[in-house]
């Protein structure tokens, strides 16, 4: 690993751990040249995934879009944090194992309702009347009767 401060190539490992998600390895390194630490993560190369939207327009998968659809259906409801951080980590576990390279949106957002049904049925109703395009109250009315 080069070192950032005076472009050495030989450095070393002082000291490996994982991160707290685990899904990465944070190593600190020393110059053997200039003696000045630094920190480096280490973390597995996945494979892009790309969402086809309804338009047929293709995008890169962009965690944060799921990230602020639960947090924003989430919104002023008694569900802590970590619980929202584990449905997003739990949704996204989901999508990536499915093994493809392609996903359409409307797949994302059923694997999102879905979760979100598990984990407050109010946050679910809110992301289902976006999601869903409800037009009419008959339609609102009608998922809650599913609820029930």
Do not use: A, M
């Given at each position: 690993m080069k070192c950032p401060?005076?472009?050495?190539?030989?450095?070393?490992?002082?000291?490996?751990?994982p991160s707290?998600?685990?899904?990465?390895?944070?190593?600190?390194?020393?110059?053997d040249s200039c003696n000045k630490r630094f920190t480096t993560y280490e973390k597995v190369e996945t494979i892009p995934l790309v969402v086809?939207?309804?338009?047929?327009?293709?995008?890169?998968?962009?965690?944060?879009?799921?990230?602020?659809?639960?947090?924003?259906?989430?919104?002023?409801r008694p569900v802590p944090v970590e619980e929202i951080n584990a449905c997003v980590e739990d949704i996204e576990n989901a999508i990536f194992n499915k093994g493809v390279k392609e996903i359409s949106s409307s797949e994302i957002g059923e694997i999102v309702m879905e979760r979100l049904?598990?984990?407050d049925q109010v946050a679910y109703v809110r992301f289902a009347s976006v999601y869903r395009e409800f037009k009419d109250v008959n339609t609102f009315k009608d998922e809650l009767e599913k609820l029930l």
């Open positions: 401060f005076c472009g050495n190539e030989d450095t070393r490992v002082i000291d490996s751990r707290d998600d685990n899904s990465t390895i944070r190593r600190r390194r020393q110059c086809i939207k309804k338009d047929q327009t293709r995008e890169t998968y962009d965690r944060s879009k799921i990230e602020s659809g639960v947090f924003r259906s989430c919104h002023k049904k598990e984990l």
